[in-house]
């Protein structure tokens, strides 16, 4: 039996250390944390991987800088725009730029104020991008790799038409990306979701596998639709309903670090990506995607607005599975067949996440190809 | 001095060693978790000694699960009843046989899941009857005694007319235990309640002793009722009314085990239990019944519904003890001569609370005698 | 570098031991706990200095006791006036002397109930006092010293006209008395008070010192009212409408132990006084006083409370300091140099704190000497 393999799961209960110790996520990734639209000229306070962040956006750029005044404590979110390029915490004046962090003023101590400049008093500046009508912060060591190489390339399309949407909501990243990186659970809890009034979903999947493509971990399985005899219990599932029509489109999952998992639809594809807050919480960011322009993005958004957002992203993605993340409570878990998907994913990420340039550059083969070699083994 | 006795306390103050371990209530009894009419199609949760329960009703008969599904922790009782005889677990379908918690299926893993009959991967069962309107689990170890060994006889006479009433109240079932089979509180806390309108209550008693009577340990004393000289601080009672009448019938309570109180009314009785939910919580189950039936038995529920809910159990009960429950704030604690009945309760259950089967075969003599013979001499 | 110095705060972030340890307050002093106007027949619950405490009002006087009964530890706060001077708790009758705490009767247990009288059952009293419209209770060891030695003179004297105000906040008290000493936070979170409207702030101040005056620490500095050029952001502070007028009067602030803060305006004095509750709460007693009697009297009240109350104790010491008092977050601190007041203020705690009478008896030397001399070195 191999190390760390748990016999009264029938080996598929491994544990992979980096991943059970990423309770406040993988660091060294860049994460979305708020609408662009949402960041006007107030700053905005967010949690990110445990740590305190405040948003602002001056002269149009976005900055992100620790939520702290190294003064006494206080939140930098409840500060003031004194002066372009510059915020000043409410409490005494001590002046940030929003670029550097660095102390440049503490107004209510006068113009030569000996804190001003001395290198130990300075805020923590995050890396901060805006891509895809989202912000996006890096958390982790410099230096960091280009924000584009954390977002899904459809996102960045020029034709992509895009609408997110960021929720706070109860339970531990991992509970909520297991959960989309989970296809089972779709075929009986998603079973009457109104958005599939007129599908007939699988009653079941066979021949589940994870194969890696790239960046992403794709999940592979055939989709049986037949109603089965099941021992004991009798006939599931049973009819329902003459209008629902079997078949037609496969959904194709597809996931990658730090959280993001992805389904197409016809002609859209849907993007969920699970943002650690701490160890409790996390950011739901869902992010719905068209390639179009004109008249057809006015038709797309149009359709976002009175269809999808509602059935999809808060009856089915808020509702139903915002549901169960919350409820999950595990370990201890027994899994089964289907579950391949999750510990494929658990693996992956184990064994391919991102470490410290430091520790990469210690490292002496990519981890990637492990990565592959190893996921094709699942 | 004997061991365990605190001086401070007059020699009231012993340590029961099981009495003070059992937090969450003592182990291997019935106890009452639900009105029977409140359990209809939809699965319950309810929590008893510290254990997740989920209760249903299928073809009729009463089921209680552990109510948690092994595959991912999450409630069952928030699942379905796709099949008579089977819960299915809301998040994947798992189908549990209600009555032996055997996995008898995986929905999203077709009819061949090899993990269907595993015996490691079952739900936990409790023993579940009903009886008097109520719906009562049996917690603890195998094999249980039957359900009527734990209900009191009169519940059970074939002309009772039972009316129930369950809720759940903050504070320790011993508090709200003890609470019951003090007396003196009853003298002062309830002297002005509604119900006590037309009645004097004693002003104190004396002679308070413990005297067991096969399960019950019955609690006697002399009720005084005369309005006396307290030294220092005057007259008590005073004039409480000429329309108050003392004397009439004095009531006798009782207590047995698990935490059973009764009190005898002219021409009906009160029962109390107080079922551990928690440490911090307990459901307190009032039954009232009366021996009639035909229309006396419609004048009795009628009495019950406009009167006894409200003035018994409502305000005396809910607002009056309830409220000191909550704020019983001991140990440390201060013993006075009428709780001798407080330590000669927590003594009975030290020395005649059931053990495990197990632990009974192994010891030699009934701890009933020896419970007997110590009662008395308190 | 001396002991306990901290390098990185430029020597300002000292250690002051007896002040660190004062979460909950230093004792063996008088605190305002409640408008006298608000305590009527009613028994009211505090907590001062982490203790429960229930007050009430007998023939006039008011009398404070432990707010837990003996017996089984329910508030007495709870309790009824069965007898003029005493205290009858709720649950059993047992009955208190207001004055001194002793077990008169147990109604419950008739007028010979053996456990009245005994030495080690009694409910711990503290002294109390009415003065300046507040009640005041005596935290610490015996003997006490007179009220009047913890009340700022000004109250006491026969023309004051004294308006208090007793609210809870939260944040520890040290938090809310260093909030109130530090005389720079006012230059920047309250510059756009309201009641500032005709009055322009000074942008800093040079030259912070504290001085002591006997029970008071006196803080002198230099206030700055130009407009100032600070490096890098610019002019500072900009216009801010003719009609307001620089200088005028001076507001001096001086501090006392416990933790009293004062403030003179032009023809009255406000008083701040901050009350550990426990190690996250304080009650902030806000007392406005004016010299005066007769129409002035009342012309002063309706000042009071159609301005100050609002402009100055809700607008500017409760929505401005209290949101800030309980957003600090320290340690960790760095301080800059207008700390010296706060640093000024521990030391002077630390250093003249009173001690038990009993420590007092042991050391040789008064404590106050050896503050001023060191609060000089400030």
């Not at 399985?221 to 209008?243: H, L, Q």
């Not at 992805?262 to 992010?287: E, M, R, Y």
């Not at 579950?339 to 550059?361: F, L, Q, Y």
Request: include cysteine; glycine fraction near 8%.
């Amino acid at each position: 039996m191999e190390e760390g393999q748990s016999a009264s799961n029938g080996g598929l209960s491994h544990r992979w250390p980096r991943y059970d110790a990423a309770a406040l996520g993988f660091r060294h990734y860049w994460y979305p944390v708020l609408e662009s639209r949402k960041l006007r000229r107030r700053p905005r306070a967010t949690t990110l991987c445990g740590e305190k962040i405040v948003l602002l956006r001056d002269k149009g750029k976005v900055h992100a800088l620790h939520d702290r005044c190294p003064h006494r404590g206080v939140p930098l979110s409840a500060g003031r725009r004194e002066f372009p390029g510059f915020l000043t915490c409410r409490y005494h004046g001590w002046t940030y730029d929003v670029a550097t962090g660095e102390l440049v003023a503490a107004l209510t101590d006068g113009p030569d104020s000996p804190i001003c400049g001395l290198a130990d008093v300075r805020v923590k500046t995050y890396p901060v991008e805006e891509r895809a009508g989202l912000i996006w912060v890096y958390i982790g060591d410099e230096p960091h790799p280009p924000v584009e190489d954390d977002i899904p390339e459809e996102l960045l399309l020029p034709d992509a038409v895009v609408e997110p949407m960021v929720e706070l909501r109860q339970g531990n990243w991992r509970h909520a990306m297991e959960n989309a990186v989970d296809e089972a659970h779709a075929r009986y809890l998603h079973r009457r979701t109104p958005f599939a009034l007129f599908r007939k979903f699988p009653a079941y999947q066979t021949n589940v596998r994870m194969a890696p493509d790239g960046k992403w971990l794709r999940r592979l399985s055939k989709p049986i639709f037949d109603t089965a005899d099941y021992p004991r219990v009798g006939k599931w599932p049973g009819n329902e309903g003459f209008w629902r029509k079997a078949g037609g489109q496969v959904i194709v999952g597809r996931s990658r670090l730090p959280g993001i998992f992805s389904v197409g639809h016809k002609n859209w594809l849907d993007f969920q990506i699970f943002v650690p807050v701490d160890a409790d919480q996390q950011l739901t960011v869902q992010v719905s995607m068209r390639r179009t322009s004109g008249l057809g993005a006015l038709i797309w958004r149009l359709r976002f607005w009175t269809y999808i957002r509602f059935f999809h992203h808060i009856i089915l993605q808020r509702w139903e599975d915002g549901f169960i993340v919350d409820a999950i409570d595990a370990p201890p878990e027994y899994l089964f067949r289907p579950d391949v998907a999750i510990v494929g994913w658990r693996k992956w990420c184990h064994e391919t996440a991102r470490r410290s340039p430091a520790e990469s550059a210690a490292r002496p083969a990519s981890g990637t190809s492990d990565a592959l070699a190893h996921a094709r083994q699942i």
